[in-house]
Nanobody, 112 residues
């Protein structure tokens, strides 16, 4: 069955960096767009970044452009979100997404 397992969340100070990873299994990874979403307390889940099957096409929310980078390794079935210059408003649970499937989420907290 499809499994998406996120890792890499944690507590970081404003201006710091974190790297989230999603290990995927149970489907042909290289055939699917992969995405990262996030959900802050009291807010709707929102798209953060997406990457096409071959990795050549990426899309970012305006709020993270220039600070976050999504990438993928089709040989290792992983998708990564490098987050730099983190802000308190980036605090949320971050989810890995593949069509119709969600990971369990990983908490990112940006606070001094």
């Amino acid at each position: 069955q499809v499994q998406l397992v996120e890792s890499g969340g944690g507590l970081v100070q404003p201006g710091g960096s974190l790297r989230l990873s999603c290990a995927a299994s149970g489907f042909t990874f290289s055939s699917y767009t992969m995405s990262w979403y996030r959900q802050a307390p009291g807010k709707e889940r929102e798209l953060v970044a997406a990457i096409g099957p071959a990795g050549g096409i990426t899309n970012y929310a305006d709020s993270v452009k220039g600070r976050f980078t999504i990438s993928r390794d089709n040989a290792k079935n992983t998708v990564t979100l490098q987050m730099n210059s983190l802000k308190p408003e980036d605090t949320a649970v971050y989810y890995c997404y593949k069509t119709n499937y969600w990971g369990q989420g990983t908490q990112v907290t940006v606070s001094s």
